[in-house]
């Protein structure tokens, strides 16, 4: 029995490492160069639903003011083509703004009122929580309206500030 020892030379070696290393540069640029980011189409909608707040926010203030004193407005909604879609009471506090009951559930409310879509974006759930300083009144407490994957908005009542999406 022979035994061949066949040594292959070390330039073919390093000449197939240097064509990896060819290949995986090329794919990685190649890669960077073709990929294109995805918007969050779940935090745009959210947006839209904040745009659609705010807006509420204000022209139900100035329907209070001009129907003061009430504690509460009916605010039709209308779609993009000016048909109305909806209309949903909103309980106003005594500064003319947007407000329910001081609770996450008061919270809900005061979305559903002022958006009249259920808490639900993309099929993702909408969470509503309540904030409140030590004193309990409802001139210091806030709503924050947030998504899961991190953004949200801020709602205080007392004065209808509403702060843009934050992540």
Not at 42 to 47: H, P, R, V, W
Not at 117 to 131: M, W
């Amino acid at each position: 029995m022979n035994k061949t020892n066949k040594k292959k030379p070390s330039t073919s070696n390093v000449f197939k490492a240097a064509i990896a290393a060819i290949f995986a540069i090329t794919l990685g640029v190649t890669i960077n160069f073709l990929h294109t980011d995805e918007q969050d189409t779940t935090t745009i909608a959210f947006a839209l639903n904040l745009d659609t707040f705010k807006r509420h926010v204000v022209s139900s203030h100035w329907q209070w003011r001009v129907r003061q004193p009430t504690t509460m407005i009916m605010l039709i909604h209308y779609n993009e083509s000016g048909k109305e879609t909806n209309r949903t009471p909103v309980r106003m506090n005594h500064n003319g703004w947007p407000t329910a009951e001081l609770s996450s559930e008061g919270c809900e409310k005061i979305w559903t009122s002022l958006v009249a879509t259920p808490l639900r974006v993309d099929g993702f759930k909408i969470h509503a929580d309540y904030y409140a300083e030590l004193e309990e009144n409802e001139d210091n407490y806030w709503c924050r309206f947030s998504l899961s994957s991190g953004a949200y908005f801020d709602y205080f009542p007392a004065n209808g500030t509403v702060t843009n999406l934050s992540d």
